[in-house]
């Protein structure tokens, strides 16, 4: 699996449309900083236990397209964070963590248990 680059905000439309029927995941990296490069590697690492048909990851480089980083804060209503993941399910953000908590397995089972 691997992931599909957000850099367009129509792009944001797709994916609460696609969140219907598959899990949306988004990823929010800063590419200056030490613990965001940490989660982008555990984040690629943990992609290849993940069945893509389930789940589609999208990465934002949050430093280029501060805008779409904006409105994801305002369209999911969550504080803008870096590092930080986003699971979005039937057009809602319905799980997220940032800095050292940024994990795709651990927010896929807590998705799970609820």
């Known amino acids: 699996m691997e992931f599909k680059i957000l850099n367009d905000l129509n792009q944001l ?7 219907g029927s598959k899990l949306q995941v988004l990823f929010k990296h800063s590419t200056r900083c030490s613990v965001s490069l940490f989660a982008n590697k ?4 943990e992609m290849s236990e993940i069945n893509s048909e389930l789940v589609d990851v999208y990465y934002l480089d949050l430093l280029n397209y501060r805008s779409i980083s904006n409105e994801i ?3 999911y209503n969550v504080v803008h964070e870096s590092p ?5 399910k039937n057009g809602k953000c319905v799980y997220y ?3 050292d908590n940024v994990s795709l397995l651990d927010a896929i089972r807590n998705i799970q248990l609820k």
């Open 84 to 88: 930080q993941i986003l699971l979005i």
């Open 42 to 45: 555990n984040l690629q690492r």
């Open 13 to 19: 439309t797709q994916i609460d449309q696609e969140s």
């Open 97 to 99: 963590a940032a800095h």
């Open 73 to 75: 804060a305002v369209r």
